[in-house]
């Protein structure tokens, strides 16, 4: 298994401002995922974080609203950008360690 | 294209009554993984199962039992004798190797046992 801890665990924050989340991992990893859950939704793919390289983002998401850093192999942060109350939503990131996809505890975010 | 189709967006029962939660998949891979998770009003997504494409074999953990059919893309699970504290969303997921690590979310099943 692998141990994920994720922080903040929660925040409200004013619209118009930034928030970054942390990703760390108890032992090196290739891939590392943020998934978003808009309230009362399904888990969504931000983005895969790339260790060495930019992150690759999927369709809807951009990395100016989304940066996301990788330094090295056990750790990821991603910052949302400019909030507006429709970023409310649960964050998590995800690591793959063949063949398991680990989750950790979320980040629960409040736009007002 | 992957897709996972959670069709009961909710469902209710009263306690100590067996519940059956759908689950139905499409991928174009022959290997890939399946998975249950339970997300509980606190957030944090708990793992519940994973299994291969290719053990079909049904499995039982105490009260959980989960039915694998490659013939009609369905991994079932079915909670015997429900409590409260089954209450929460349950997602199921699909994991395949062309997309490894990037796992694919049915829209999720929220249930609520009565006591």
């Known amino acids: 298994s692998a141990v994920i801890s994720q922080k903040p665990s929660r925040d409200i924050c004013q619209r118009g401002t930034s928030l970054t989340i942390q990703c760390q991992v108890d032992?090196?990893?290739?891939?590392m995922f943020w998934y978003r859950q808009q309230p009362g939704q399904s888990l969504t793919l931000i983005a895969t974080?790339?260790?060495?390289?930019?992150?690759?983002?999927e369709s809807g998401f951009v990395i100016d609203k989304f940066p996301i850093s990788r330094p090295n192999l056990t750790f990821s942060t991603l910052t949302v950008s400019n909030m507006s109350p429709e970023d409310s939503s649960i964050y998590l990131c995800s690591v793959y360690r063949d063949p398991e996809a680990f989750f950790g505890q979320g980040t629960r975010l409040t736009v007002v | 294209a992957q897709k996972v189709t959670q069709a009961q967006t909710e469902i209710s029962v009263v306690e100590k009554e067996d519940v059956t939660l759908d689950c139905v998949y499409e991928t174009r891979d022959t290997t890939y993984y399946l998975f249950w998770y339970k997300q509980p009003p606190s957030g944090e997504l708990v793992f519940l199962i994973r299994r291969n494409s290719f053990d079909e074999q049904n499995e039982i953990s105490g009260r959980y039992s989960w039915n694998f059919q490659k013939s009609t893309s369905s991994f079932n699970f079915t909670i015997t004798a429900s409590q409260v504290v089954d209450s929460a969303v349950y997602f199921c997921?699909?994991?395949?190797?062309?997309?490894?690590?990037?796992?694919?979310f049915g829209d999720g099943t929220t249930l609520t046992v009565k006591p």
């Open positions: 974080a790339n260790q060495g390289s930019e992150a690759t983002y």
């Open positions: 997921a699909l994991q395949s190797n062309t997309n490894a690590g990037k796992s694919t």
């Open positions: 032992s090196q990893v290739t891939m």
